[in-house]
């Protein structure tokens, strides 16, 4: 139990182009879905927080116009990377809980993307 | 402020035992997890702990002291698989996981 997809696995994009990444959990509602980024040989770092029906809690310093996050249903949540640039580049990983703040996060598989 | 801190990188033997400890210092505390993520992949569960003492699962074992402010995982009967990241993921009052960059282990033959 407590599958978690994302799609794609890997992307190449052009600069200035949008990206749409989608993480779904497989066997469970999740109430609140995570979004992470993560630079090589770097912690994961918290960008926005999404429960489902409601707007994303971003954490400080990114930006909401460039990430856009939906969280339609609760078993799906969306990242749309918008206008790229390469320093977006890097690993983004959701994460799913379902229930209350206290129950475990289930990650996805990440995604790996590349903006040249 | 909060700050995790473990060993940046620890290397062992197949089939021997290895303790990963962790300090943290957190505004409140809802709990600490403890993940494992090998290079390039996403991390994944190993455990939780919440009260005081020893959580076994299996080869993994964590154990938590609240008021030390420490944990570590400790890992039997290792095996080359076992070589990865491990992350100590204290919960803060606002119910964030707070992440520090974790261990690098190294298992050799």
């Known amino acids: 139990g407590a599958v978690v997809s994302q799609h794609p696995s890997r992307v190449i994009c052009k600069s200035g182009t949008s990206v749409k990444i989608e993480c779904r959990s497989l066997?469970?509602?999740?109430?609140?879905m995570f979004w992470y980024r993560q630079f090589p040989k770097q912690s994961l770092m918290l960008m926005a927080t999404?429960?489902?029906?409601?707007?994303?809690?971003?954490e400080q310093g990114v930006e909401k116009d460039k990430f856009l996050i939906n969280h339609a249903s609760l078993t799906l949540s969306t990242l749309t990377v918008t206008s790229a640039h390469p320093e977006d580049s890097s690993f983004y990983i959701c994460s799913a809980a379902s229930g209350g703040v206290l129950e475990t996060q289930y990650f996805g598989p990440g995604t790996r993307l590349l903006v040249l | 402020g909060q700050n995790i801190d473990q060993p940046t990188e620890m290397t062992a033997t197949e089939g021997a035992i290895v303790q990963i400890n962790c300090t943290y210092q957190t505004s409140g505390f809802n709990g600490l997890f403890w993940y494992q993520q090998h290079a390039g992949e996403a991390p994944t569960f190993l455990s939780y702990n919440v009260l005081d003492g020893l959580e076994e699962k299996g080869r993994f074992s964590s154990f938590l002291s609240r008021s030390k402010g420490y944990s570590y995982l400790l890992l039997k009967e290792l095996q080359m698989k076992d070589s990865a990241s491990y992350l100590c993921a204290p919960m803060d009052s606002n119910y964030q996981l707070i992440w520090g960059a974790g261990t690098k282990l190294i298992i050799k033959p």
């Open positions: 999404s429960n489902e029906g409601s707007k994303a809690t971003y």
């Open positions: 066997d469970f509602q999740a109430t609140t």
